[in-house]
């Protein structure tokens, strides 16, 4: 049995236990919204910092570390770069460039020696190739008759007695061959078998092995031109060149220019001469004999010098020249070089070429 004492505490018991409920769930909305606001809990935020500590050092060593690492890499690679620039271009040692014999071979650089030269002074001309006089020959049959055979054509090379056809005699009715006198090329044949022969020549050949070269002359030149100077011919548009002499001046003028010729005789042998094709020429009116000279395209300018690049036992170096006289072809060396001395005679741009990428690294 229940007292009363024990019934009035029942209600307020239950109005306890409400409000203590009701400041609990404000207490954690406080403490949410306070959370929410400021971040993190202190205990997890201060875990948190010590757990963001650590990979920040760790970062900064990796970062130290790597920067290391990088400027190892960059010297392993620049070593390396080094390395192969050497073995590809050839060595530079001390302003000296190094090359094997295939590199030179791979580049066309040609060395000679230096040495005594006769400096020209030259009347430079133009003119055309023509074909030698007696180097053409037209061929016929010797007795009237009917062509019972013809051997050549045109385009075919012959060498003196080869047989060109076969002729039957309107006589005698006998058959006679028809030869070749001098060696050359067929560039004409005429007739076919079975028809009558004529006076008209049946083939025309031509011996190129001597081309003659045409030369004008204009009024004020003529007085500098004689028989047996020397002549030099270049083709530039093909990069060939050749030596010849003066064999002819003429006597006669052409009246619409007042212009006349000097006929020069150029070898060859070669077949690279064609009839038809304009040259430049150069005819020797002096000679000066000089100690030591290069060719032209041997000098290049480094730093403000003239310089020949000079082959040494361990390289090759650019030594500095004084030039003196010059032709087309070459050029005097005052000082700098002496006689024997080998050096580059062509494709020494290639050496300028690989010094100023030397100079270029060494400043970088």
């Known amino acids: ?40 809990p202190a205990t997890e935020a201060k875990q948190t910092l010590k757990a963001a500590a650590k990979p920040a050092a760790h970062d900064e060593d990796s970062e130290e570390a ?25 060595g530079h040692e001390e302003g000296k460039i ?58 075919d090379r012959v060498a003196a007695g080869d047989v060109l056809a076969t002729i039957e005699s309107n006589e005698s009715l006998k058959v006679y061959s028809v030869t070749a006198t001098i060696s050359g090329i067929i560039t004409d044949r005429q007739g076919a078998m079975g028809e009558q022969t004529t006076d008209a020549p049946l083939f025309t050949i031509a011996n190129t092995s001597t081309v003659w070269v045409d030369l004008t002359l204009f009024p004020r030149d003529i007085a500098q031109v004689k028989s047996g100077q020397a002549v030099r011919v270049a083709q530039p548009q093909r990069g060939i060149s050749g030596e010849g002499s003066v064999i ?3 006597t006669y003028a052409n009246p619409a220019n007042q212009s006349t010729t000097a006929r020069a005789s150029l070898d060859n042998a070669e077949g690279q001469w064609f009839a038809g ?22 000098l290049q300018t480094h730093e403000g010098k003239t310089v020949v690049f000079v082959r040494e036992a361990d390289g090759f ?6 030039v003196g006289r010059a032709d087309s072809v070459y050029t005097e060396i005052v000082s700098g070089l002496a006689a024997g001395d080998t050096y580059v005679a062509t494709n020494s741009f290639i050496l300028k070429s690989d010094l100023g990428k030397e100079s270029a690294e060494h400043e970088h």
């Open 98 to 155: 190094t090359l094997s014999n295939e590199q030179l071979r791979n580049t066309g650089i040609q060395v000679v020696k230096a040495g005594p030269i006769a400096i020209r002074q030259t009347l430079p001309l133009y003119g055309v190739i023509t074909p030698s006089a007696d180097g053409i020959q037209q061929v016929t049959a010797r007795f009237p008759g009917i062509i019972r055979q013809l051997n050549r054509k045109p385009g």
């Open 277 to 298: 094709h304009f040259v430049n020429a150069e005819v020797t009116l002096a000679e000066t004999k000089v100690t030591v000279a290069v060719r032209n395209e041997a």
């Open 248 to 250: 002819y001046v003429s």
């Open 1 to 40: 049995m229940k007292t009363t004492k024990q019934k009035s505490l029942k209600p307020w018991l239950i109005i306890g236990l409400l409000a203590a409920l009701i400041i609990g769930m404000f207490a954690v909305d406080i403490y949410l919204a306070s959370a929410a606001e400021t971040g993190k």
């Open 317 to 322: 170096e650019p030594r500095s020249v004084q």
């Open 66 to 90: 790597h920067d290391h690492g990088d400027e190892d890499d960059h010297g392993k690679g620049e070593k390396e770069h080094g390395d192969d620039d050497k073995n590809e271009h050839g």
